[in-house]
């Protein structure tokens, strides 16, 4: 199996972070963390015109003139198993060549994505939302993996976009993923806009929710997981920007994802 760790964007100096703000057309937003009072900021990865993420401490708003009210989040890596299968679909249990549905815990997800354009926030419609990641067992779909030992080309589960709406939403039912060697739990995102922007990132779960969902079938015929979110690389990466709030919804989970792009 190929490791998706390699990194996203760059972390600029105090310096930079100034230089960038003032310059017209740069890609950058501001966020806020809370953790500390020293900024640091991340910019757009140069194979992506979508803005990276930036966060400062509560001191350092002051320093910054248009702080947008819409969330921002940290670009990550898109790993090696995205595939534009181009499936227009909302439920991406499926297979579609068989109608066969992924087994695991359902889980409707909502993004809101929203455009940040002068400091300001507002519904970015017309945006692709793509959404893929493994089932229960740790497989993703029309790939060969030879490490982890299976071959589903051909196959399309847990995989699809969709549009948003006027309202920057797009839906998505799926199922709470399996894990495989070198990774913790997590689904992929893709976000491309009318323009051709392009947002990559990963979304992460709570630790001690997965240990309850992994010991349920099929989740546990895997095995106990080898890898916790503290352990990942990629998740330190400034994951805990992109963990899920999961509540519980019938006999699964329900989660809405607020994230903010600059396209402007």
Same mark, same amino acid.
């Given at each position: 199996?190929?490791? $998706?760790?390699?990194? @996203?964007?760059?972390? +600029? ?16 937003? @501001? ?27 509560? &001191? ?23 595939? =534009? ?5 909302? =439920?991406?249990?499926? $297979? ?34 793509? @959404? !893929? *990641? ?44 399996? !894990? ?7 689904? *992929? ?24 969902? *992994?010991? +349920? ?18 998740? %330190? ?11 519980? &919804? ?9 994230? %903010? +792009?600059?396209? %402007?």
């Amino acid at each position: 199996m190929q490791n $998706d760790d390699s990194s @996203v964007g760059r972390l +600029l100096s105090r310096r930079e972070v100034l230089a960038l703000f003032g310059a017209a057309g740069a890609a950058l937003i @501001v966020g806020c963390s809370g953790d500390d009072d020293s900024p640091t900021v991340r910019a757009a990865s140069p194979t992506s015109g979508a803005a990276g993420v930036a966060t400062a401490g509560p &001191s350092a708003v002051a320093t910054f003139a248009a702080v947008p009210s819409c969330v921002v989040r940290p670009e990550q890596t898109e790993g090696p198993y995205f595939v =534009d299968e181009m499936l227009n679909r909302s =439920d991406i249990r499926t $297979d579609p060549s068989t109608g066969a549905a992924s087994e695991g815990v359902p889980v409707a997800l909502i993004f809101n994505v929203s455009e940040v354009v002068g400091g300001d926030c507002t519904s970015l419609a017309g945006a692709t939302v793509d @959404v !893929w *990641h493994c089932d229960a067992l740790g497989v993703y779909s029309d790939v060969t993996d030879t490490a982890e030992g299976f071959d589903t080309t051909g196959q399309k589960f847990l995989r699809g976009y969709q549009l948003t709406d006027v309202n920057g939403q797009a839906a998505f039912t799926t199922i709470y993923p399996g !894990w495989y060697q070198g990774r913790t739990v997590h689904i *992929h995102f893709k976000i491309r806009t009318q323009d051709g922007l392009e947002f990559t990132s990963q979304l992460y779960f709570d630790d001690d929710l997965t240990d309850e969902v *992994h010991a +349920l079938s099929p989740y546990a015929q895997k095995g106990v997981r080898t890898l916790r979110n503290d352990g990942d690389g990629i998740f %330190g990466q400034d994951g805990e920007q992109l963990l899920l709030a999961l509540t519980p &919804s019938g006999e699964g989970y329900a989660a809405t994802f607020d994230i %903010g +792009l600059q396209t %402007g």
